[in-house]
């Protein structure tokens, strides 16, 4: 008897707890069906634990916002994931292909939102979870940018914008007898030939150690990106090397390299960092974000300062958010994309990390149009940041405007370190931009 | 033996048992035949799943035009090897990476040979100088090009600092072609040397040292010794250190990258783009049919340097006479 107890129930366990677990399988499938096509199947199941992931490439000092979500949806866990800003967008890039690896949630910065909208098919229409409704709220261009080539399909919903500026330190201008003050400064250069005019001052006055500006590099970036047209015209097309806009930047940008303005150093580099801690020249341009990347160097409270940037407003950056095709649970990273966006989550992103909100309503808000900076001498940030986003002429963004500021960059790096002439420099920056697929 | 027993069995073999020798036959056959196959085969199933596939996979990339967002791609046939044998900018990565190769390997191996000889001598705390000389070795690649970074800084580096000391004025180390190869191949060297040293140390021991002896008895100064004597000893471990160095040097990339600050381009005039960071800015660019190109390009260069190198090393250091 007991042989036999033995013989058959021992299988009879094992098959029934495989048939078991195989159901239970079926029944997780089941849900991640239902999921795609709209979640219904998620819906029945209140128990089932949902994980959702978010790709990101820095801090964007969203783990407040990631526990209220909690509150309204306790089954959900989210793991956020962060990568180096090079890498971040190489790797979506992959992951879309191979079709395996994407996380629920991306963020995608302003510059590489163009090599995704050509392609709706790999990221959910946020049409089909409702968000559409939020387009009222946006900044018009930044609402275009996420929205698909062909128009049919909004893939991205805007987080911040990098409204510009342009920081300086009062220490330096005091030294070389210039306005040091907010208004007297924003008002040395309404134009960037005034810029160039003011810069000249400064380096008569002979400031022991400091220079005028960091590089040309994010000069250029910021004038072309002022003017109507840029690196791409309205179908996408590279015109860079026939845009007069483009053409007039350069030539703006050797003129600050010409007159000794710079003090060669590439934006973001170690030794930058240094430059800003150390006082060795004696303004940047600034979007909105890079007051963040100044505090990490610790220059001390008050020593840099933010004035209006020459040629009235202006945009550097700014991110989207989407999701791939890949994920699981759309509606619920819909969900929280919606929450990560609204106008809440934005007043207190602007005041955790200066992340400019992209929705204008916010910008008359008290919260917003009233902040002041106390570690840039109570600059009214608030203030000059979002007439900044408000100036902006929308510009077409494409696909690889990246590769394009880059070629541009290398040559305007070239004049500086006087390998090159100006002219040789900008025949070889558009060889390169016609190396580009 | 058992194999063998039967033979000796007086009894005419019957049918069942000649099958039964044959069966038993056939399997000892199969081990013996089969056995090492199934040993060594988890190493090439490895390697033709994470080598020879990627490698032939490439190939066939590298003859289209591919970009990874678009679905299709198209065969252009030799067009991508084409364009690159008529690329400046290749050429350019090529004369980058043999002369960073060359400023970085040389001395290199010379210094590894020359201490791996200070060190074969009986020391105090060998085992000590022994562990410190593997020490930039097993340092992050990272950490040392952000630190040696900051030494060649152009506005505060200490080599800078240095150098002023002498009236040398402020040198732009990642600017020029010179000082830019010079930098890196500083940082290779910093954290190969060691490495190379421990291998030559190896060989070094196992030389016999009644040779020595006998060279000391006959008047030999130690440089002598290491010239006549230890450097054609470990002739097959030189051939070995130069031709993994080779292979290392053809495919620098952390390097110049982190030493330009994650320029791509290494550097705004390319000044310090190897071979391996031009197909790096070519997948950044997402076009792939080019980079893998250039890929397959890097690999034959490698297989004619190292190959070179070989004959070089072989014949340059004769045998022991």
Known sequence: MRKLRQRFLTPMVAVSALAMSLAACGG?????????????????????????????????????????????????????????????HT??????????????????????????????????????????????????????????????????????????????????????????????????????????????????????????????????????????????????????????????????????????????????????????????FATMVCPAWKTGTIKDQKPGEGTWDIAAVPGGGGNQGGTHLMLPK???????????????????????????????????????????????????????????????????????????????????????????????????????????????K | MATRAPDRLAVPPNRPVRSRRLRRHLVHQLDVKGSPYAYVAPFFLLFSAFGLFPLAYTAWVSLHEWTLLSDEQTFVGLDNFRTLLAD??????????????????????????????????????QTFFRITLLLPNVTSVVAVVVIFSQLFGRDFGMINWMLSWFGVGGVAWNEGVATSHAAISVMIMWRWTGYNTLIFLAAMQAVPRELYEAATLDGASGFTQLRKITIPMIRPTTVFVVITSTIGAMQILAEPLLFGSYSISGGPDRQYQTLSLFIYENFTKLDFG????????????????????????????GGLT
């Open chain 1, 91 to 280: 790797n979506l890039i992959t992951q879309l292909t191979t079709g395996a690896g994407a996380a629920d949630v991306v963020a995608v910065e302003g510059g590489y939102v163009g090599a995704f909208t050509p392609v709706p098919g790999k990221f959910y229409n946020l049409k089909d979870y409702g968000l559409d409704k939020r387009q009222s709220e946006y900044l018009d261009w930044k609402w275009q940018l996420g929205v698909s080539n062909d128009g049919s399909s909004l893939m991205g919903l805007g987080t911040d914008v990098g409204g510009l500026a342009m920081c300086y330190r009062p220490d330096l201008f005091k030294k070389a007898g210039l306005p040091s003050d907010r208004e007297g400064v924003s008002a040395l250069w309404p134009t960037w030939d005034a810029y160039v005019e003011t810069g000249k001052k400064f380096v008569a006055a002979k400031v022991a150690g400091a220079k005028f500006t960091d590089g040309p590099g994010e000069h250029f970036r910021a004038m072309v990106e002022q003017a109507p047209v840029g690196f791409y015209d309205d179908q996408y097309k590279i015109v860079a090397g026939a845009n007069p806009e483009v053409r007039k930047a350069y030539d703006m940008s050797v003129k600050i390299i010409d007159e000794g303005l710079s003090a060669k150093l590439a934006a973001f580099t170690p030794p930058w960092n240094t430059g800003i801690a150390k006082g060795t």
């Open chain 2, 88 to 125: 400046d900018y290749f050429w350019n990565a090529t004369f980058n990476t043999l002369s960073i190769g060359v400023l970085s390997t040389a001395p290199q191996l010379l210094l590894a040979i020359w201490l791996a000889h200070l060190l074969n001598r009986p020391l105090r705390a």
């Open chain 1, 28 to 88: 997780d499938g089941g849900g991640d069906g239902g999921g795609t096509t709209g979640s219904s199947a998620a819906a029945s199941q209140p128990g089932e634990k949902i994980k959702l992931t978010v790709a990101l490439f820095s801090d964007f000092h969203y783990a407040p916002l990631y526990e209220e979500f909690k509150k309204t949806h306790p089954n959900v866990e989210i793991v956020e994931r962060r990568s180096q800003f090079n890498d971040h």
């Open chain 1, 326 to 436: 890949q994920g699981k649970h759309p509606k619920e990273a819909a969900e929280l994309i919606d929450l990560l966006t609204n106008k809440e989550s934005q007043i207190m992103l602007f005041k955790e990390a200066s992340a400019l909100p992209s929705l204008p309503v916010l910008y008359d808000d008290p919260a917003v149009a009233d902040y002041v900076n106390p570690y840039f001498g109570n600059a009214p940030i608030g203030k000059i940041f979002t007439s900044a986003a408000k100036a902006l002429k929308p510009q077409r963004v494409g696909p690889k405007a990246g590769d394009v500021l880059l070629a541009f960059n290398n040559g305007l790096q070239r004049v500086e370190q006087g390998k090159q002439n100006a002219e040789e420099a900008w025949a070889q920056a558009l060889k390169d931009v016609g190396r580009i």
């Open chain 2, 290 to 317: 080019y980079a893998s190109a250039i890929s397959w390009m890097m690999f034959a260069f490698i297989v004619l340097v190292a190959g070179v190198n070989y004959l070089l090393t072989r014949r340059a250091k």
